[in-house]
C-alpha cells in the first residue's frame, strides 16, 4: 500500500515520541513491503512562534491531501498561565479538528495485565476493564458561541440534531463490532444539550435492536467508571464530558503515556495519544512512547492492515512483559530504558519478526 502520513510532532515531549512513532511506522512498512511518504509540518507553540498561528494554512494544506496525520501533542507552559495571550498553541488542535471535520474521536481504554498494579484503583476493580470511548470532537462548549469580558464570561454548548446523529451512528458501528453494549452519556436531568442528545438517542437506538443502550448522567457515569469500569463496553459522549471522562479512563490503564486515539470524520483522520505535551519532561527522554506507537497501530487498522497492526501491539506487549518500560512504569529496581531505547527496541523487534 502507498501511504502520504503527515507528521504534526508539536511541543514538549511531542517531537520526541513523534520520532519513534515514525521509526515504527517506517519498520513496518519496510517489513510489509507499504511505500510510505513523511511529510512534516507545523503546529502548537512552535507554530505560533514560526509563523505566528497554531495552525498554519501550509499545515492544513498538507494533512488535507495526506492519507493518515500522526499527531503528538502540543501546548506550552508560556501561554498556560497568561490568560491575556491573543492564540494559543490548544486552538491549532482545535482548529486541526474543525477543518478537517473530524467529529469522532475514538477513545479505547484497556488493561496491561503487567501494569493493573500501577492503576490507583483495586487490582480486581481495574484487571480485564475494556471499553471505548467515543468522544463527539467538533461541537459543544469547545467551540459555541464564547463571550470574554472583564467580569462576564460564558461558552455555549450548542448541537444540532445532525451532529448528534452522526456520532451515535459511528457509536453503535463500534459497539456492533464489540460487546454489544452502549451507554450514552449525558446530563439531561439539567441541560438543554443532553435533552436533545437523550431525544436523538432514543430515536437512533431503535435502529440497532442488537444493541443493548442504557443512559447515564456523566456524574453519575464518573463514579461508575471507577467503582466498576468493566461495567462499560462503548459510552458515547459530547465533546467536554468526554475529555473529562477520557482522562479519568487513563487511571484504569496506570499510565496516560499508554492510550492512543483516532479521530475521523469528514476528511484526513488523524491519530494521536490522549496525553498532553508534558513540557516538564521535554528533552529528559522519559517520556513513554507507547501510546503514540499504538496510535500508530489504530492508522494501520484504519488502513486494514490488520497483521501490521497486530505486530505492533503484540510488539508493545512484549516490551511490557520484558520490562523495556520507561520509568513510570517500571518496575522498582528494573532496568532503565528512555524514550529513544523503548522506541529502539520496539523497531528491532518488529523488524526481526
Ligand atoms: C485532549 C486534550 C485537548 C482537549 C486540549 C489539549 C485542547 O485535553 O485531546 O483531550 O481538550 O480536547
Ligand atoms: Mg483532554
Not at 511529510?39 to 509563523?51: F, H, Q, R, Y
Not at 452519556?185 to 444539550?193: E, I, M, W, Y
Not at 491519530?271 to 500508530?296: D, T
Not at 488502513?303 to 517500571?330: C, G, H, K, M, W
Amino acid at each position: 500500500m502507498k501511504l502520504h502520513i503527515a507528521v504534526l510532532a508539536g511541543d514538549g515531549i511531542g517531537p520526541e515520541i513523534s520520532a519513534v512513532g515514525v521509526d515504527v511506522l517506517r519498520a513496518v512498512a519496510e517489513k510489509f513491503g507499504h511505500e510510505i511518504e513523511f511529510s512534516e509540518a507545523l503546529c502548537g507553540a512552535a507554530a505560533i512562534e514560526a509563523v505566528g498561528d497554531p495552525f498554519p494554512e501550509e499545515t492544513f494544506a498538507i494533512c488535507k491531501t495526506a492519507d493518515a496525520v500522526l499527531f503528538s501533542a502540543v501546548g506550552d507552559p508560556k501561554f498556560d498561565n497568561d490568560p491575556t495571550a491573543k492564540v494559543r498553541p490548544e486552538q491549532g488542535l482545535l482548529a486541526m479538528r474543525k477543518k478537517l471535520g473530524l467529529y469522532a474521536n475514538i477513545r479505547p481504554v484497556q488493561t496491561f495485565p503487567c501494569l493493573v498494579h500501577k492503576s490507583p484503583l483495586k487490582d480486581e476493580i481495574v484487571r480485564g476493564a475494556d471499553f471505548v470511548c467515543i468522544r463527539e470532537l467538533t461541537g459543544g462548549m469547545y467551540f459555541g458561541a464564547k463571550q470574554e469580558g472583564e467580569d462576564y464570561a460564558y461558552d455555549t454548548n450548542a448541537y444540532t440534531r445532525a451532529e448528534v446523529e452522526r456520532i451515535l451512528h459511528a457509536a453503535y458501528a463500534c459497539a456492533r463490532r464489540r460487546r454489544k453494549h452502549l451507554t450514552v452519556v449525558d446530563k439531561a436531568n439539567v441541560l438543554a444539550s443532553s435533552r436533545l442528545w437523550r431525544k436523538v438517542a432514543q430515536e437512533v437506538e431503535k435502529v440497532y435492536p442488537d444493541v443493548t443502550t442504557d443512559y447515564m448522567y456523566v456524574d453519575n457515569a464518573a463514579m461508575r467508571m471507577i467503582q466498576d469500569p468493566k461495567f462499560f463496553d462503548v459510552i458515547v459522549t459530547e465533546n467536554t464530558f468526554g475529555d473529562i471522562l477520557t482522562d479519568e479512563g487513563s487511571c484504569i490503564t496506570g499510565s496516560m503515556g499508554l492510550l492512543p486515539s483516532a479521530s475521523t470524520g469528514e476528511s484526513t483522520p488523524v491519530f494521536e495519544p490522549i496525553h498532553g505535551s508534558w513540557p516538564q519532561a521535554k528533552g529528559l527522554n522519559i517520556a513513554n512512547p507507547l501510546a503514540q506507537i499504538l496510535s500508530v497501530a489504530m492508522l494501520l487498522e484504519h488502513f486494514d492492515l490488520a497483521e501490521e497492526a497486530a505486530l505492533v501491539r503484540r510488539t508493545v506487549d512484549a516490551s511490557l512483559d520484558e520490562n523495556v518500560r520507561t520509568p513510570e512504569i517500571q518496575v522498582e529496581g528494573g532496568p532503565h530504558y528512555g524514550t529513544k531505547e523503548v522506541g529502539a527496541w520496539i523497531v528491532d523487534r518488529i523488524r526481526q519478526a
